[in-house]
């Protein structure tokens, strides 16, 4: 993991004359922060082949994954031993099997070094779903109604586990340690400021929040999640047709929603209509089961 931490090399030896105020200083970091990031650490989302800024390796992301989980699971009732719970578990081993031979086959198993895979079904009445790295899936309860049967929650682990494989988190949190903690390295600000680091977290993922207090993906990073999940699933023996149906029973729940040019999300129709496009590739990767 790069261990970088910007400075402006010579400028605290300038004299008075030459200085350039703190905002200056503050832009100059984060460019030539920017630049060095940009060529040693980048990677490539698969699929889509879209080149992705990830200063945070995988490991250290998975290691924070299992103590956020954790706590997560501290403060939240996991629903066991029911028909529902059973559920989750089956269609989460299905698509973990359908995720490792999907990297199996293009020699990048590897990126799931270190991971222990857990499934949990969650009680909240809140319309959720999430994954981090390390194979850490939650399902909230509150989604069954709209997912209704095990093809839904397919389309949802589904789409969730995408975002974990595509990197998205990472993405993020780069992103935002980039722009508000000056390119400083996530291990550094795990060490020196647990605080900082547990809310970026939580705002990263959207562990244990409600909607719109979470940092979202943007519409690229759901599209290709969309793509890869709807792959995933036919993997697994799910028919890629029930992303679709449980699009539609979102778009539902949401009425008229946000217009999608105030969004970083697709709109539903948008994103119904994406799926669609995608729909004949997915089909390819299907065998029912």
Same mark, same amino acid.
């Given at each position: #993991? ?16 030459? !200085?350039?105020?703190? !905002?200056?200083? !503050?832009? &100059? ?13 980048? %990677? ?8 992705? &800024?990830?200063?945070? %390796? ?7 994954? =299992?103590? =956020?989980? $954790? ?8 629903? !066991? ?18 995720? +490792? ?9 590897? =990126? ?8 949990? &079904? ?50 993020? #949190?780069? =992103?935002?340690?980039?722009?508000? @903690?000056?390119? *400083? ?11 900082? %680091? ?19 993906? %943007? ?6 999640? $969309? ?5 995933? @699933?036919?993997?697994?023996?799910? $028919? ?9 029973? #979102? ?25 669609? +496009? ?5 089909? *390819? ?5």
């Amino acid at each position: #993991m790069n261990q970088f931490r910007p400075t402006v090399i010579g400028y605290r030896e300038a004299s008075p004359a030459i !200085r350039r105020p703190a !905002r200056y200083s !503050r832009y &100059l970091q984060i460019l030539l922060c920017g630049l060095v990031l940009l060529v040693g650490a980048c %990677s490539t989302v698969p699929i889509t082949q879209r080149q992705q &800024l990830n200063l945070v %390796s995988e490991g250290t992301m998975t290691a924070a994954s =299992q103590q =956020q989980y $954790d706590e997560f699971l501290t403060s939240h009732k996991v629903i !066991r031993n029911t028909p529902e719970s059973a559920m989750v578990q089956r269609v989460g081993e299905r698509i973990r099997s359908a995720v +490792e031979q999907f990297l199996a086959n293009r020699n990048q198993l590897s =990126q799931l070094s270190g991971y222990q895979w857990e499934f949990s &079904l969650v009680e909240s009445s809140e319309v959720n779903a999430w994954a981090m790295p390390g194979g850490k899936v939650t399902i909230y309860s509150g989604i069954l109604p709209i997912t209704r049967n095990e093809a839904g929650l397919a389309a949802v682990m589904a789409h969730e586990v995408a975002h974990v494989i595509a990197r998205h988190g990472s993405e993020r #949190m780069s =992103q935002e340690l980039l722009t508000q @903690m000056g390119g *400083q390295a996530l291990s550094a600000v795990l060490a020196s400021r647990p605080e900082a %680091s547990q809310a970026l977290w939580m705002k990263v993922f959207g562990v244990g929040t409600t909607v719109g207090v979470m940092l979202p993906y %943007s519409r690229l990073q759901e599209s290709e999640a $969309d793509h890869l999940g709807m792959i995933f @699933m036919a993997m697994a023996g799910y $028919d890629p047709h029930a992303a679709i149906e449980v699009w539609q029973r #979102m778009a539902q729940q949401g009425g008229a929603g946000v217009p999608e040019f105030l969004s970083t999300h697709p709109a539903d129709q948008t994103r119904i209509r994406q799926l669609t +496009e995608k729909l004949p590739e997915a089909m *390819q990767y299907y065998q029912s089961r």
